[in-house]
C-alpha cells in the first residue's frame, strides 16, 4: 500500500523515543502499513535526533520507507496522515505551573495552526 505520514514532535526526546520503534516496526498501524516518519524537535536537539534517526535506520524495518528530521514546522505537518504530538517543555527547577502552561500553549498554539495549513485536513492527532 501507499506509506503513511507521520509525525512525531519531541522526537529527540525520551517519550518520543520510547515510541518510535513500535510505530516503525508495525505495532501502531498495522504489520501491511508502510510509512514515513517525521520527526520534529527544536533547532537545539537536531543533533540528537540525527543519531535517532541512524539508530532507526540501522534497524532495517521493512515498513519504515523514509525518516525526515526537521527543526521546520512547513516539513514537519506538510501532507501529514498521523500527528503524534509528544513533544513539549519540561518543567525546569524553580518553575512554577503556570509558566510552564503558557510556554506549552505557545507550542500547541503554533503546531495547531501548522496542522490546518500544511496537513491533509483528514489528519488525525
Not at 540528537?48 to 505537518?77: H, N, S, W, Y
Amino acid at each position: 500500500g501507499e506509506p503513511i505520514r507521520v509525525l512525531v514532535t519531541g522526537a529527540a526526546g525520551q517519550i518520543a523515543y520510547s515510541l518510535l520503534y513500535s510505530i516503525a516496526k508495525g505495532d501502531v498501524f498495522g504489520k501491511e502499513q508502510p510509512l514515513v516518519l517525521v520527526l520534529l524537535d527544536i533547532t537545539p536537539m537536531m543533533t540528537v535526533l540525527e543519531g535517532v534517526v541512524m539508530e532507526l535506520q540501522d534497524c532495517a524495518l521493512p515498513l519504515l520507507r523514509e525518516v525526515i528530521p526537521t527543526d521546520k514546522e512547513e516539513v514537519a505537518f506538510k501532507d501529514l496522515d498521523i500527528a503524534i504530538l509528544v513533544g513539549s517543555m519540561p518543567r525546569r527547577e524553580g518553575m512554577e505551573r503556570k509558566d510552564l502552561l503558557k510556554a506549552n500553549v505557545k507550542i500547541f498554539k503554533s503546531q495547531g495552526a501548522a496542522l490546518d495549513k500544511y496537513a491533509k485536513k483528514t489528519v488525525k492527532v
